[in-house]
């Protein structure tokens, strides 16, 4: 049984307006790259098909969100099914391996992940000009983080979160499938 959540994505600055990319949760199953545009909205590429795909931003209200900045650990109060959240993890470790790049440029947001039903797991290069190197062992390290496996508190299990290295704009994150994931963090 596929769960449809509609998140609304966290933000690392005070909560705003957020919102969902209306249709993405409807995409089939699978690992997607992608770029956010200025005005929010993302156009996705589908690596096992080469089929893109547009998706504009929904307005939304104000994100639940519980932040625990210190850590650099920001969790919005969804929760995802679980099944699809390890079955995308495990797929966002297995692109990562022994290290794959992300480049950012002219102010774009570049991300890849991955969707299974309800969730996506994602590695971001969130704006700025520069690149990112995303190995398997930071993935595994994000998300024990984002969990609060690494001795300090972090979001419950299966929680709609991200982890934002510190001082860069690299973020790895677990979401519902729709939520603006890596816009404006």
Known sequence: M?????????????????GQWTGFESLPDGAYSGIVHANGS??????????????GLESGSAA??????KRDVYCNGNYLNHGDVDATYQSLQNWAGA??????S????????????????????NK?????VFTADFVRYAFGAMDGN???????????SFYAEPGSDKLVGKDAAGASFCAGH
């Open 106 to 125: 002219s102010g774009r947001t570049r991300f890849h992940g991955y969707v299974r039903g309800g969730a996506v797991s994602y590695a971001c290069c």
């Open 128 to 132: 700025g000009d520069t690149s990112y």
């Open 42 to 55: 993302t156009t996705v590429t589908s690596v096992d098909t080469g089929a893109e795909h547009f998706f």
């Open 64 to 69: 639940q969100k519980r932040s625990i900045s």
């Open 99 to 104: 290290g794959q790049t992300l480049s950012c």
């Open 150 to 160: 690494r001795g300090e508190r972090g979001c419950p299990a299966h929680m709609a």
């Open 2 to 18: 596929q769960f449809k959540l509609l998140a609304l994505a966290s933000s690392a600055a005070a909560a705003a307006l957020s």
